[in-house]
């Protein structure tokens, strides 16, 4: 059976790190919002009964549902054989993506700092006030520590010599940030030439070439995480 | 050998979903910046090399060095025999603590919506509107989620006959919120019967109970997380 995923069926979001790995690795998966609506995403979580995830992206395998982004792609990543074998290793990429998880729950703060359920129009002083110390502090502070992280291995991996979810994750991250800060990442992008280069082997994935080819793979827009609001993007 | 635990030693912070577990259980472990104080909290870190995490609390096992609050207690929680035994309910505990980590972090930003790195002085307007948002949607939102969760057991405890970390770490939470919005939570919290049973039933652990009377407890401060500002709370 194929695995369903549940998430919001308009954007990116957070949803596009659980989509990658499994297009990068041939999975069969239903995007259910997409092909059923989202009142039937609204719908299925209700069902979910105790264990129900607090919000989507979330995976019912088949006997189980997984939500929260890191847990799904941990669980993937075993269930498919995707992870490093070495503990340390495995232990350290489940580390490195929750904290892809911390830098995307700040990416989501620059726009929306006052409140998620408010529009971007609302707190828009506060997201350039924001905006600016993210660009200035905390862009180098992660990317700096990713960067990093490309040069532990020798190989064109995060970890030994194929690519796992971290990979995935931290290619949507360098893409995202092209999207929501092309100034900002124009001018600081040479110093991050491992991930750059990570960046690249993903998309040359032969199924990350056809994901992006396709319709399946939504465009960046203002309604996610990663939102181009030029009054916010300054090298 | 003791585990070692190395986090700010002058607050509570995100550590304390770490001290409390191995508290709970009686495992031995150091809180090195407590005794070595924080320069060589910040020197240990740059001793870690490539897998160096990205900020403190971290576990170092002897073996391996674990960070991120979910992922050091998933692994203290198979380490040390805490963990559900059924692989259902051990996946929905992690996904409940990254739920928590979540929280966790929208509490910060109440009071540093702008700059992580900035003072609270600097951006108490902002904090003001966010603490609005905050006490009428989001602690409502979280708070029914996990009081939810306290009634798919039948017992004392999330899961099972016997705490594990996510019982800890809830308890934290009511905590917390209680520190930081008292006048809030006084008004709520008879909508949390559950989840202020499981808090009484965490307090009354006898690891936690020696735990709250030693001076390794840190008193909650305005340094930390949970920050009481009186101007933030209303009921």
Redesign the interface.
């Known amino acids: 059976m194929a695995y369903q995923l549940w998430y919001w069926p308009s954007i990116q979001g957070r949803g596009e790190f659980v989509r990658l790995p499994l297009e990068a690795a041939g999975i069969d998966y239903e995007d259910c919002a997409r092909t059923r609506g989202v009142d039937a995403l609204i719908a299925d979580m209700d069902t979910r009964?105790?264990?129900?995830?607090?919000a989507p992206p979330y995976l019912d395998t088949g006997?189980?549902t997984?939500?929260?982004v890191?847990?799904i792609l941990t669980?993937l990543a075993d269930a498919h054989d995707l992870a490093p074998t070495d503990?340390?290793t495995l232990?350290?990429t489940?580390?490195l993506q929750?904290?892809v998880t911390?830098m995307v729950?700040e990416v989501h703060?620059v726009h929306h700092?006052?409140?998620?359920?408010?529009y971007y129009d609302e707190?828009k002083d506060?997201a350039a006030?924001?905006a600016e110390?993210f660009r200035a502090?905390?862009m180098p502070k992660?990317l700096d520590?990713f960067e990093?992280?490309t040069?532990?291995n020798r190989g064109d991996w995060i970890a030994g010599d194929r690519w796992s979810p971290i990979d995935t994750s931290l290619f949507q991250l360098v893409a995202g940030l092209r999207y929501m800060f092309p100034k900002r990442m124009e001018a600081i992008e040479d110093d991050y030439p491992g991930l750059i280069a990570l960046h690249d082997h993903v998309a040359a994935l032969p199924g990350i070439v056809a994901y992006l080819a396709s319709d399946r793979r939504i465009a960046f827009n203002e309604d996610g995480i990663f939102r181009h609001y030029p009054e916010l993007d300054f090298a």
Do not use: S, V
């Open positions: 009964g105790p264990y129900a995830p607090f006997t189980m997984i939500a929260q890191a847990h669980w503990e340390a232990f350290w489940i580390q929750l904290t911390d729950a703060n700092p006052i409140a998620g359920g408010k707190q506060a006030a924001n110390q502090e905390r992660f520590y990093k992280a040069q532990a």
